[in-house]
Every structure is written in C-alpha cells, then in structure tokens.
C-alpha cells in the first residue's frame, strides 16, 4: 500500500488545553500529521519547547513583548520566528499548510480564521466563538471558498458523526448533551456562596479555566447551541439540550422518521480532535476503551434554566442573531475574567451579561467592522457594571 502523505497542521493556541492535547495526538500519529505552524498568546517557554519538540516551520508568539526571548531560544534551529496579530493572520496563509486546528481563546480566534478561510484552508475548529461572534459571516465566506469546517468540540463532533452518511436526510432535532458541571441540581441560595475552586472542579472533563466556568454556569452548552446553528444549519427550535451527567454520549441527532442516532465514548477531547483531522479516516489509537459494564446507568435530565440563567440568554441571542450573541460572549468573557479574580460572585456573571444585552444598541445584519465594534463596546460596559 502507498504511504499516505502527511497532513500539514497550523496549530494556533498551541499552549492551550486543547493545543497540548493536539500535539498529543501527533505524537501518536507521526505517519499521518506533522506540525507546520504553532502560535501562542503569552506562553513563551511552553511555546518554545513545542517547537523544539515539533519543528515547526514557523512560530508565532501573539505578545511582542516575548518574541525576542522566543528567537532568541530558537536561533539555533531552523525555526522562523514572528509575533504579533497580524503574523498569526498572515502565517495561516502559507501555501504549505493544509489543514487550520484553531484553539485560540475567545474572539481572538476570529480574524485568524477569517483569514485562513480566505487563503481556502480547512478549517477544524475548537474556538467555537468564532462562530458566536460571526456565524453568518465565517459560514457564508467558507461556502463562497468551499472551505470545510470540522468541529473539534466534543458535542459537535459528535452530531458530525451522527451525520456521516445521513446529509441527504432532514434532521428533525440535535440533542447537545451536558454533564450539568459540578454544581448540577444545586439552587441559587447555594450558588452565591461558590468560589472559583469550587467552579473550576469539573467532574467529567479537563479543560482550561474559561470553559470551565462556562461548563459550570452553562454558558459553554449556551454558545454550543448557538454554534450549532451555525455548524448544521438549524434553527433554535431544533437544537435541545439534555444534562447526561456520564458524559459519555457526547450528542445524539433525530432524524424526520422519529429514529436517534448517538455518538458514544469516554470523556477524551483527543478523539474529536484526531476525528477531525483525520476526516473521512478513522486512525487507530490505543486509547481507554469504553465498557458497558463500569456505566450500568446512564440518565438524562432537564437543564435548570431557573438557576442557571446563562442558558436561557444563549437561546435569546440566537434567537435575535445580528450582533447579540457577539455582546453575550464579549460580556461572558468579561464577567468569566473577573469572576476567576474574585472581583464578582458566580450568580453576578449571568446577571452582567444580560445588562449587556439589553444596552447595547441592536445591529440586524452586522459586518465585521459591526462586530468588532460590539465586541469593545460590550466589554466597556461590562467592567463598568463591575466596577
């Protein structure tokens, strides 16, 4: 048999959770991916030992500050060295490149993208508020390019692979599952007393401290639900979530027959990520298997939209779309940042997004230069109500 030419990675927030684990995965898959591109915001000695590790091309650290001490460690390697925004937009539009893995944090991940979708690169994509912010925009663009989007997160993954085979059917709904966090079933009286060591103690998954938050509030199943939309072309009546505290069906699809289609496995993110890289392949891994018999159970619930209410704001701004979910995420990114510094209680992030919401000036059908605008206006009025 023919050896199979490598997949070339771009790898942005490559010293992130879901960057460390990807590099994992080429770890185990030398044959079939090799590491053009790392970038990193602020992280300069992780960076630096990936790189030495990998042998990149190319490098990228977002902070100006770091990039001498990154040159300086890489110049005895034949490693280019940039920094700044800009080379992370222009360094994804390599000819070399052939598949874009972005795990940038927040609506940093927005522009790279762009911009690698413009170049017509593939695109497998953890940064799910790329498309939060700018769904309609980054959507339209890549089937202007032809440009595929293969979700990394585990829930989208999951319906991807519910849908292999299954595209020429309608889709009656999706079911995002959630484990409900470590606070499931707790009540508001409970909730104002968390701490962030309390928040940050997901029992599923390993994730970073932002999705962690967000796991615990439900604002992370929130902006799942609007990237669905986006991902599968759904409206907000055909995306349910259902709290599945196992975590171990990751998501499942109704077809228009009545009949449900699930994805199921342990809680790894490295599967989704290999999953997506490796499209339409499936690579052989020796990682923990699932065993029927160590889950006897497994139960599913009503999310609590009362006590958590970041859910009920993520299916409003859907519901309106324009520029109100770019103001939910500016202003949950705000209020997760100051909730990890102990300047606002767990409750108080919610109740900051959806003052958010309701003052900043509505844009139907919003462009770039719109969103980005609502991006800065939303986080101003974020800390000032903080403050």
């Known amino acids: 048999m023919a050896a199979v030419e490598k997949k070339r990675i771009a790898l942005l927030g490559s010293t992130g959770s879901i960057g460390c684990q990807t590099l994992e995965v080429v770890r185990s898959h030398y044959d079939a991916f090799e590491v053009e591109v790392l970038t990193a915001q602020n992280n300069a000695e992780l960076l630096i030992d990936q790189a030495i590790e990998f042998m990149p091309n190319s490098v990228v650290i977002g902070n100006t500050e770091k990039y001498f001490s990154v040159k300086k460690a890489l110049e005895s390697y034949p490693i280019k060295v940039f920094a700044g925004k800009e080379s992370i937009k222009d360094i994804v539009t390599l000819a070399e490149i052939d598949i874009v893995l972005t795990a940038m944090l927040g609506i940093s991940g927005l522009e790279p993208t762009l911009s690698a979708i413009n170049a017509g690169k593939p695109i497998a994509l953890a940064n799910k508020e790329t498309l939060v912010v700018a769904g309609n925009l980054i959507t339209s663009i890549a089937r202007e390019k032809g440009v595929n989007i293969y979700p990394v997160d585990s829930e989208h993954s999951a319906i991807f692979q519910c849908l292999a085979g299954e595209f020429h059917n309608d889709v009656e709904k999706i079911y995002l599952t959630a484990s409900g966090g470590p606070f499931r079933g707790k009540k508001r009286q409970y909730l104002e007393n968390v701490t962030k060591a309390d928040a940050l103690n997901h029992p599923n998954w390993n994730m970073g401290c932002k999705i962690t938050i967000d796991s615990a509030s ?105 520029n109100m979910p770019c103001t939910l995420n500016a202003a949950n990114e705000v209020a997760v940042a100051e909730f990890l510094k102990d300047k606002i209680s767990f409750v108080k992030m919610a109740t900051v997004v959806e003052q958010c919401m309701q003052k900043v000036a509505y844009i139907k059908n919003p462009g770039l230069d719109d969103l980005l605008a609502t991006d800065m206006e939303s986080r101003k009025i974020a800390h000032s109500l903080i403050s």
């Not at 505290?245 to 993110?269: E, R, W």
């Not at 139960?299 to 704001?313: C, K, M, R």
Request: glycine share 4%; charged share 15%.
């Open 218 to 322: 439900l604002m992370n199943k929130g902006l799942e639900v609007i990237e669905a939309k986006w991902l599968f072309g759904l409206n907000a009546d055909q995306i349910q979530v259902v709290i599945h505290p196992q975590s171990i069906i990751h998501s499942m699809v109704q077809f228009a027959d009545g009949s449900i289609k699930a994805q199921m496995g342990l809680p790894d993110m490295k599967l989704p990520i290999l999953y997506a890289l490796s499209y339409p392949n499936r690579l052989a891994t020796n990682f923990t298997r699932f065993n029927f018999a160590d889950f006897p159970a497994l139960t599913f619930e009503t999310p609590d939209f009362e006590n958590f209410p970041s859910l009920n704001l993520a299916y409003h701004a859907l519901k309106n779309c324009g």
